[in-house]
């Protein structure tokens, strides 16, 4: 299995600030027909995943563009580029290249 | 607008066998590239992917669950079904459904979960 490690586990935030959120793989997301198939999802209190960031840095319908992803290979990092109140929960990167589908532990973004 | 709604018991008893049903509407899982997984996760922990059925009944299993999992499909009823045998008290989980589709790889649409305690 393809084991995803997030760091940092826990970040506070002042609000209007940026936040950075990493993600590594224990191998390479590239599949074979080129794509790499890392998405985001945000997890509000509460709430079921949200669906952010697809396939390293689209992102999906209705998502703000404060949101951004990066990265390439094993390495792979979420941007907010100002933290609003609402942004406050659990954001995952999860790999879609192989089976089974694997989530990183979480990271918890709370407001200083 | 696409839903996807789980549904089942909210409480099983140890070794006995779990059985959700999750009831979507918006879109057809007879649509190439479509499919619908099953990812749980337990209080206060992080998501664990189970299974995953798409359009051309082509199946996929988590390896340390496999035994104890089945996913099968009603197109007509748009619905997928769970089924997870021997449930144990570390099964307790919220489990949601989620839709995905080929080109994306991603998990786009959830359900709100559904809460399931294993106790005697």
């Known amino acids: 299995d393809i084991v995803m490690t997030q760091t940092p586990l826990s970040s506070p935030v002042t609000l209007g600030q940026p936040a950075s959120i990493s993600c590594r793989s224990s191998?390479?997301?590239?599949?074979?027909?080129?794509?790499?198939?890392l998405s985001w999802l945000q997890q509000r209190p509460g709430q079921p995943p949200r669906l952010l960031i697809y396939?390293?840095?689209n992102r999906f319908s209705g998502v703000p563009d404060r949101f951004s992803g990066s990265g390439a290979g094993t390495d792979f990092t979420l941007k907010i580029s100002r933290v609003e109140a609402e942004d406050v929960g659990v954001y995952y990167c999860?790999?879609?290249?192989?089976?089974?589908?694997?989530f990183g532990q979480g990271t918890r973004l709370e407001i200083k | 607008q696409i839903t996807l709604k789980e549904s089942g018991p909210t409480l099983v008893k140890p070794t006995q066998t779990l059985t959700l049903t999750c009831t979507f509407s918006?879109?057809?899982?007879?649509?190439?590239?479509?499919?619908v997984a099953w990812i749980r996760q337990p209080p206060g922990k992080a998501l664990e992917w189970l299974t995953l059925i798409y359009w051309n009944d082509d199946k996929r299993y988590s390896p340390s669950l496999k035994s104890r999992l089945t996913i099968t499909k009603d197109t007509s009823k748009n619905q997928v079904v769970l089924t997870m045998t021997n449930m144990d008290p570390v099964d307790t989980a919220t489990y949601y459904c989620?839709?995905?589709?080929?080109?994306?790889?991603?998990?786009?649409?959830w359900g709100q979960g559904t809460l399931v305690t294993v106790s005697s």
């Open positions: 396939k390293i840095s």
């Open positions: 999860m790999q879609a290249t192989q089976f089974p589908r694997t």
């Open positions: 918006g879109f057809s899982l007879s649509t190439s590239g479509v499919g």
């Open positions: 989620a839709r995905t589709r080929w080109l994306q790889a991603a998990f786009d649409y």
């Open positions: 191998q390479s997301l590239v599949h074979s027909d080129g794509n790499t198939y």
